[in-house]
């Protein structure tokens, strides 16, 4: 795949840092092939959870090309689930994406807008209780380190994205150039999507 593409990241309001700087940290590695950009809904900035203000380059007015579009989590999720600026907009744009994602609790706005509907996703497991009230017929995979189901991917916990973006990126581009990104920035890829070390610790069977 030789087209480079756009990896767009959409942020609210108390957005988790890691959960969106991860996955542009690693697809940013790659700028041959992927191209950054940041949206929210009017354009203007958005403070995370962390505290650290964001500035982004686009607005929901903005077209987007087709590419990666990724949804993060953090302690806004559950204002952002029930927006529904949002959640029209998901609803409209995700259809054209290329690959569509989210990263811990951002799976609960994926599956409110109704993309995880009768597939199989994954989440954060010590917030599954709250994430699983949205959607239908979704088989949540508690164990999981990352779903794949079509051109949807859903990550567990907020470091489990770093590890989704190097599947994606071998995915599209070999796995030799993805092992390459997690050497050079000393990152241990856990690349078994069906794993996830730290689902015991939140008491998953």
Known sequence: MSVRQ?????????????????????????????????????????TSTQGINMQPTLSFNDTISAGILITPGGAGIRLATHNKDILAWLKKVAPQQRIVCSTSTGAALLANAGLLDNGKATTTQKNLDWVCQFGHNIQWQTSARWVRYGNIFTVSGSSASLDMS????????????????????????????????????????
């Open 6 to 46: 756009t990896v767009t990241v959409l942020l609210f309001e108390q957005f988790e840092l890691l959960d969106a700087l991860g996955p542009l940290h690693m697809f940013g590695l790659l700028p041959e092939y992927y191209q950054l950009q940041i949206i929210t809904i009017n354009g203007q900035h958005v």
């Open 166 to 205: 190097l599947a994606i990126i071998g995915h599209q581009h070999g796995d030799s150039i993805a092992r390459r990104i997690a050497a050079d920035t000393e990152y241990l890829w856990l690349n078994d999507p069906n794993d996830d070390p730290f689902a015991p610790l939140h008491l998953v069977k």
